[in-house]
T-cell receptor, first 117, second 107 residues
Framework: DTGVSQDPRHKITKRGQNVTFRCDPISEHNRLYWYRQTLGQGPEFLTYFQNEAQLEKSRLLSDRFSAERPKGSFSTLEIQRTEQGDSAMYLC???????????????FGPGTRLTVT | GIQVEQSPPDLILQEGANSTLRCNFSDSVNNLQWFHQNPWGQLINLFYIPSGTKQNGRLSATTVATERYSLLYISSSQTTDSGVYFCAPGDTDKLIFGTGTRLQVFP
């Protein structure tokens, strides 16, 4: 169990540029989640996948945001035409929804810190 | 949606002290987790506890789902306990995080 990994860990970009983040979940986990955390706040839910299907999207996820999980393994989160308000920590989590007492428990990656200048 | 309130917002302790962190939530839930966010931003799982009581070393947690609150107990605090503690209940897989309790433990 190597844990959830995210790449890159830090990204600085200029306003208007596109950025893409990657998340690799724990290998046997079939659910994958994206959250966003701004300074002084708790993480906010963005979207989640079960295998390759995107099951729910928050209203926080504007049209400039798109997430994919093409083969039900890793996921990417793309932000187009970045704005300064997009500056935040983007967190990925995964869980195994397979019954038993550990269903629903989410494990988080280290996050990608995005700074838009 | 579910509203989450954590108290106290800030807590300063001397090493060895005990503390209780509280989480109130507005609706029934079937999922609740406690996390510790360390100074580098990593969220570390402490407990998955939608109901009942669990203990892990110096930490324990209790959730009373019918009364919509959860408590996290930290005993004999250490400087490494410093950071932000988040409660995150949810009604599906979507966790709703509170604003956290910032804990500082001094030697």
């Amino acid at each position: 169990d190597t844990g959830v990994s995210q790449d890159p860990r830090h990204k600085i970009t200029k306003r208007g540029q596109n950025v893409t983040f990657r998340c690799d979940p724990i290998s046997e986990h079939n659910r994958l989640y994206w959250y966003r955390q701004t300074l002084g706040q708790g993480p906010e839910f963005l979207t989640y996948f079960q295998n390759e299907a995107q099951l729910e999207k928050s209203r926080l996820l504007s049209d400039r945001f798109s997430a994919e999980r093409p083969k039900g393994s890793f996921s990417t989160l793309e932000i187009q035409r970045t704005e300064q308000g997009d500056s935040a920590m983007y967190l990925c989590a995964s869980s195994s929804r397979g019954g038993g007492t550990r269903a629903y428990e989410q494990y988080f990656g280290p996050g990608t810190r995005l700074t838009v200048t | 949606g579910i509203q989450v309130e954590q108290s106290p917002p800030d807590l300063i302790l001397q090493e060895g002290a005990n503390s209780t962190l509280r989480c109130n939530f507005s609706d029934s839930v079937n999922n609740l987790q406690w996390f510790h966010q360390n100074p580098w931003g990593q969220l570390i799982n402490l407990f998955y506890i939608p109901s009942g009581t669990k203990q892990n070393g110096r930490l324990s947690a209790t959730t009373v789902a019918t009364e919509r609150y959860s408590l996290l107990y930290i005993s004999s605090s250490q400087t490494t306990d410093s950071g932000v503690y988040f409660c995150a209940p949810g009604d599906t897989d979507k966790l709703i995080f509170g604003t956290g309790t910032r804990l500082q433990v001094f030697p």
